[in-house]
């Protein structure tokens, strides 16, 4: 044919006595025939959402073919994932299914996490049979998925697809730096840390990079001829480290000149930490709850709908209440936070938050507000602005209601926040060790702002976890008893009134301006924080996504004047938002079980 003549068939037409030739164009090429391989363990608690994630990818079903396999587990995941697979197996090109339903464990292994040779070989051999499985296919690629791991992105397989490389991972994020791929290796074969890691993993960087190691998410070209001799069982000959499935791949993909790659192009997903051995399955679930509270920031995640996913069992945590503060015309963060934190368990009232924007002057005189006079914001210089008022009379209805219902203790939570991991084991470990110290207290914070940063914070004798706070920013979230909540309001705050996380430090006696203070005359609230913090704004000043209730709306005694000065402190803000993390006190202690160390294998 040719050069430059493609995509056209030959037609004949007869015009006016005359046979002139015309040609159609040829129909579209199919996509590219995958395999999708999923493994799962005791995944009962992230199977429903993984999967859901498997249906939403936006790539032709009938050119995929998915290969399972599920065996010794403790809890329902062959039945999980045997309910989705019937449900679906008519609209995918083949399904195969290997279950085992006994035993439940290795003979040699300590515990559910615990990763023994024999549990190893079994993984890679399972592996190297996905691997076997897409080739007598002749599938064109193969995708490696670990089964909590959530693809949030539809077209992340199109798009490794059109990297056109052998071996590529999309990366994935978790809350730290922990991601599937390495950019060291020692000569052990565990991971080292480079100095090219970070760029990569923070998006300094972006495009698709060689790496000595992918993991957990990769997908493998099985056009290549290179392809044909990648192995994860039986290992490569003159393999020398430990058995491990992903080191002897990577071994095997090294010895074959197939350079791995990782992509960050995009955000294509979320994956969890490893666990240390002797961790147990309810860790693990309340690990994975953790990773979907990240992806609800961004992303609407629903369980596939192939399955019936009973919701979870609710709790109170042991307070009285969970007031759960959100403005009636901000729908979206009402409904992350109750997906938040039904994942969590986590039983709320919901509680219109005052909107600062509806109101106008008139109400406020006849409710008495007046701002404390020579209240400036730190930041801009500007007074006090209408959605400051809406947010502090959000905070104080809560106080009212405390006192009226005599709640001896609630959790306070904003709309906009991020949980840390194993949020609801964490607070409710550090409020049992507050009441077995009898410590005396009215207002603990949860999520908050240090400003006095060069100066560490003293801890809490004979409680884990728990400091004495400086001046602070921010009400994201904190624990406030029936006695702190009646000093709060005999402060008498509304005829002189300043933003709710200015006057909070004022009633613990840590405001810098001796100016505000001589206003209040008891300023004896017994205030304390939990450290490491445990709530996080979603998005910080100038970040995608980020808008402000409070700080964009108008000033409070002119309707007219607009505001929106956070926006021009951006810069000072997140300088100090730098300083805060490098000036955490060190805990003398873990306190029912912080963050794991990982081993060597990964970045954390």
Known sequence: MPFGCVGFGLFLVVVAGRLVHTYAEESSLLKPKVLITILARNAEHSLPYFLGCIDR?????????????????????????????????????????????????????????????????????????????????????????????????????????????????????????????????????????????????????????????????????????????????????????????????????????????????????????????????????????HVLTEALIDHTMEPSQYLHHPPKELGKMGFDEIFLINLKRRLDRRERMLSSLAVLGIDVTLTEAVDGKALNSSQLKTMGIDMLPGYKDPYSGRVLTRGEIGCFLSHYNIWKQVVKQELQQVLVLEDDVRFESRFRSRLMSIMDNVKRAALNWELIYVGRKRLQVKEPEQWVKGVSNLVHPDYSYWTLGYVLTLQGARRLLEAQPLGKLLPVDEFLPIMFNKHPKGDYLHHFERRDLKAFSVEPLLLFPTHYTGEPGYFSDTETSTIWDDESVATDWDRHSDKHRRTQDTEEVKARPLPPRSAGGDVPLLSNRDEL
């Open 57 to 289: 990818l936006d790539y032709p079903k009938d050119r995929i073919a998915i290969w399972a396999a599920s065996d010794h587990n403790v809890d329902n995941t062959s039945a999980v994932l045997q309910e989705w697979l019937r449900g679906v197996q008519h609209q995918y090109q083949s399904v195969e299914w290997r279950p085992m339903e006994q035993p439940s464990s290795y003979a040699d292994e300590q515990g559910p996490k615990h990763w023994p040779d024999s549990r190893f070989t079994h993984v890679m051999k399972l592996k190297q049979a996905a691997l076997r499985a897409a080739r007598r296919l002749w599938a064109d690629y193969i995708l490696f998925v670990d089964s909590d791991n959530l693809l949030t992105n539809r077209w992340v397989l199109t798009d490794m697809i059109a990297e056109n490389l052998t071996l590529v991972a999309p990366m994935l994020e978790s809350r730290v730096l922990y991601s599937n791929f390495w950019c060291g290796m020692t000569p052990q074969g565990y991971y080292r840390r480079t100095p090219e890691y970070i760029p990569i993993r923070k998006w300094k960087r972006q495009g698709c990079f060689a790496v000595p190691m992918v993991h957990s998410t990769f997908l493998l070209d099985l056009r290549r001829s290179a392809s044909q001799v990648l192995a994860f069982y039986p290992p490569h000959p003159d393999y020398p480290y430990h058995l491990d499935d992903i080191m002897a791949f990577a071994f095997s993909a090294r010895q074959a000149e197939v350079q791995m790659y990782v992509c960050n192009k995009d955000h294509y997903g979320y994956l969890p930490l490893p666990l240390k051995q002797h961790q147990t399955l309810e860790e693990e679930e309340e690990s994975f709850s």
